[in-house]
Protein backbone atom coordinates (compact mmCIF):
# COMPACT_ATOMS: atom_id res chain seq x y z
CA UNK A 1 0.00 0.00 0.00
CA UNK A 2 1.04 3.41 -0.88
CA UNK A 3 -0.36 6.34 0.94
CA UNK A 4 0.18 9.91 -1.07
CA UNK A 5 -0.12 8.19 -4.17
CA UNK A 6 0.09 11.56 -6.11
CA UNK A 7 2.42 13.18 -4.62
CA UNK A 8 6.65 13.13 -5.35
CA UNK A 9 7.59 10.23 -3.59
CA UNK A 10 4.04 8.51 -3.76
CA UNK A 11 4.18 8.38 -7.22
CA UNK A 12 7.72 7.18 -7.73
CA UNK A 13 6.95 4.75 -5.25
CA UNK A 14 3.89 3.12 -7.08
CA UNK A 15 5.62 3.02 -10.36
CA UNK A 16 9.06 1.07 -8.92
CA UNK A 17 6.68 -1.10 -7.21
CA UNK A 18 4.43 -2.23 -10.51
CA UNK A 19 7.62 -2.35 -12.15
CA UNK A 20 8.39 -4.91 -9.49
CA UNK A 21 5.33 -6.94 -10.25
CA UNK A 22 3.24 -5.73 -7.15
CA UNK A 23 0.08 -5.43 -6.71
CA UNK A 24 -0.50 -2.06 -5.53
CA UNK A 25 -3.08 -0.42 -3.49
CA UNK A 26 -2.80 3.47 -3.59
CA UNK A 27 -4.18 5.86 -1.49
CA UNK A 28 -5.28 9.25 -3.16
CA UNK A 29 -8.07 11.40 -3.63
CA UNK A 30 -10.52 10.16 -5.57
CA UNK A 31 -10.57 12.29 -8.79
CA UNK A 32 -6.67 11.28 -9.44
CA UNK A 33 -8.10 7.31 -9.54
CA UNK A 34 -7.33 7.73 -13.20
CA UNK A 35 -4.05 8.99 -13.02
CA UNK A 36 -2.76 6.61 -10.49
CA UNK A 37 -3.92 3.66 -12.08
CA UNK A 38 -1.43 4.73 -15.50
CA UNK A 39 1.10 4.83 -12.88
CA UNK A 40 0.50 1.02 -12.11
CA UNK A 41 -1.78 1.16 -8.93
CA UNK A 42 -3.81 -2.22 -9.18
CA UNK A 43 -6.48 -0.72 -6.21
CA UNK A 44 -7.63 3.00 -5.05
CA UNK A 45 -8.49 4.04 -2.07
CA UNK A 46 -9.96 7.63 -2.06
CA UNK A 47 -8.59 8.68 1.56
CA UNK A 48 -11.77 11.32 1.28
CA UNK A 49 -14.34 8.76 1.60
CA UNK A 50 -12.38 5.99 2.94
CA UNK A 51 -10.46 5.68 5.82
CA UNK A 52 -7.83 3.42 4.74
CA UNK A 53 -6.51 2.44 7.96
CA UNK A 54 -9.77 0.41 8.33
CA UNK A 55 -9.56 -1.80 5.29
CA UNK A 56 -10.15 -5.56 6.23
CA UNK A 57 -6.67 -6.01 3.69
CA UNK A 58 -3.60 -6.39 4.84
CA UNK A 59 -0.26 -5.76 3.22
CA UNK A 60 3.53 -6.61 3.11
CA UNK A 61 4.48 -3.13 3.67
CA UNK A 62 2.76 0.41 4.00
CA UNK A 63 4.43 3.10 2.47
CA UNK A 64 3.25 6.23 3.92
CA UNK A 65 4.71 8.96 1.15
CA UNK A 66 3.07 12.08 3.09
CA UNK A 67 4.18 11.38 6.89
CA UNK A 68 0.00 11.67 7.40
CA UNK A 69 -0.11 8.69 9.20
CA UNK A 70 1.87 6.42 12.12
CA UNK A 71 2.80 2.88 12.89
CA UNK A 72 0.30 2.68 15.19
CA UNK A 73 -2.63 3.65 13.25
CA UNK A 74 -1.61 1.38 9.80
CA UNK A 75 0.05 -1.72 12.45
CA UNK A 76 -2.98 -3.80 11.67
CA UNK A 77 -2.61 -3.12 8.10
CA UNK A 78 0.33 -5.41 8.30
CA UNK A 79 0.50 -8.91 7.76
CA UNK A 80 2.47 -10.66 10.51
CA UNK A 81 5.55 -9.99 8.89
CA UNK A 82 4.74 -6.46 7.55
CA UNK A 83 7.24 -2.92 7.38
CA UNK A 84 5.50 0.35 7.66
CA UNK A 85 7.68 2.92 5.81
CA UNK A 86 7.06 6.55 6.39
CA UNK A 87 8.95 9.48 4.54
CA UNK A 88 8.78 11.09 8.02
CA UNK A 89 10.33 10.69 11.31
CA UNK A 90 6.59 10.47 12.39
CA UNK A 91 5.01 11.65 15.67
CA UNK A 92 7.23 12.81 17.94
CA UNK A 93 10.15 11.67 15.84
CA UNK A 94 9.15 7.97 16.77
CA UNK A 95 9.94 6.39 13.55
CA UNK A 96 13.90 6.56 14.28
CA UNK A 97 13.66 4.94 17.24
CA UNK A 98 11.12 2.36 16.08
CA UNK A 99 13.77 1.62 12.93
CA UNK A 100 15.70 0.43 15.19
CA UNK A 101 13.62 -1.35 17.35
CA UNK A 102 13.10 -3.30 13.93
CA UNK A 103 16.25 -4.39 13.28
CA UNK A 104 16.08 -6.88 16.86
CA UNK A 105 12.88 -8.06 16.05
CA UNK A 106 12.85 -9.41 12.84
CA UNK A 107 9.75 -11.35 11.68
CA UNK A 108 7.12 -8.97 13.14
CA UNK A 109 5.42 -6.21 12.42
CA UNK A 110 7.95 -3.03 12.06
CA UNK A 111 9.43 0.22 11.00
CA UNK A 112 11.41 0.52 8.26
CA UNK A 113 13.09 4.07 8.20
CA UNK A 114 14.21 4.82 4.64
CA UNK A 115 17.78 5.88 3.99
CA UNK A 116 18.82 6.54 0.51
CA UNK A 117 21.13 4.54 -1.44
CA UNK A 118 23.54 6.78 -3.32
CA UNK A 119 25.78 4.01 -5.10
CA UNK A 120 26.33 3.47 -8.62
CA UNK A 121 23.27 0.29 -8.73
CA UNK A 122 20.62 2.65 -8.02
CA UNK A 123 21.71 5.00 -10.79
CA UNK A 124 21.67 2.51 -12.94
CA UNK A 125 18.42 0.94 -12.15
CA UNK A 126 16.64 4.56 -11.86
CA UNK A 127 18.46 5.20 -15.96
CA UNK A 128 16.87 1.34 -16.70
CA UNK A 129 13.45 2.18 -15.69
CA UNK A 130 13.62 5.45 -17.36
CA UNK A 131 14.61 4.46 -20.64
CA UNK A 132 12.39 1.39 -20.77
CA UNK A 133 8.93 3.91 -19.55
CA UNK A 134 8.50 2.03 -16.32
CA UNK A 135 9.40 4.93 -14.06
CA UNK A 136 8.61 8.66 -15.66
CA UNK A 137 8.92 11.34 -12.83
CA UNK A 138 5.14 12.80 -12.50
CA UNK A 139 5.29 16.89 -12.68
CA UNK A 140 2.96 19.45 -12.16
CA UNK A 141 4.55 22.56 -12.44
CA UNK A 142 7.85 24.70 -13.05
CA UNK A 143 9.07 27.85 -12.10
CA UNK A 144 11.68 29.55 -12.96
CA UNK A 145 14.69 30.39 -10.41
CA UNK A 146 13.06 33.82 -9.91
CA UNK A 147 9.90 32.33 -8.52
CA UNK A 148 11.12 30.11 -6.08
CA UNK A 149 8.72 31.59 -3.28
CA UNK A 150 5.92 31.47 -5.19
CA UNK A 151 6.66 27.68 -6.42
CA UNK A 152 7.21 26.86 -2.29
CA UNK A 153 3.99 29.01 -1.56
CA UNK A 154 2.40 26.60 -4.42
CA UNK A 155 4.14 23.45 -2.40
CA UNK A 156 2.93 24.86 1.19
CA UNK A 157 -0.77 24.39 -0.23
CA UNK A 158 -0.63 20.52 0.07
CA UNK A 159 -2.36 20.09 -3.48
CA UNK A 160 0.68 19.70 -5.85
CA UNK A 161 0.28 16.32 -8.17
CA UNK A 162 3.78 14.81 -8.34
CA UNK A 163 6.84 17.33 -8.34
CA UNK A 164 7.54 21.21 -8.84
CA UNK A 165 10.21 21.76 -10.73
CA UNK A 166 12.62 25.13 -10.23
CA UNK A 167 14.52 25.48 -13.73
CA UNK A 168 18.11 27.65 -13.52
CA UNK A 169 19.44 29.72 -16.37
CA UNK A 170 18.56 29.31 -19.98
CA UNK A 171 17.39 25.72 -21.33
CA UNK A 172 17.20 24.07 -24.47
CA UNK A 173 20.24 23.63 -27.37
CA UNK A 174 21.01 27.63 -27.12
CA UNK A 175 22.31 27.13 -23.35
CA UNK A 176 24.72 24.47 -24.28
Known sequence: MVNGATGGIGSAAVQQLAAMGVA??????GE???????LGAAQIVDYRAEDFTRLPDRFDAVVDAVGKSS?????DLLRPDGVYVSSELGPGGQNLP???????????????FP????????????????ADGT???LVDRSYPLEEIVAAYRYVETGQK??????TVGATGPESG
Do not use: K, M, Y
Open 98 to 112: LSLLGTVRRGRRRVV
Open 71 to 75: FGRCR
Open 24 to 29: VTAVCA
Open 115 to 130: FPEDDQAVVEEIRTHL
Open 135 to 137: FGP
Open 32 to 38: HAELVRS
Open 161 to 166: IGNVLI
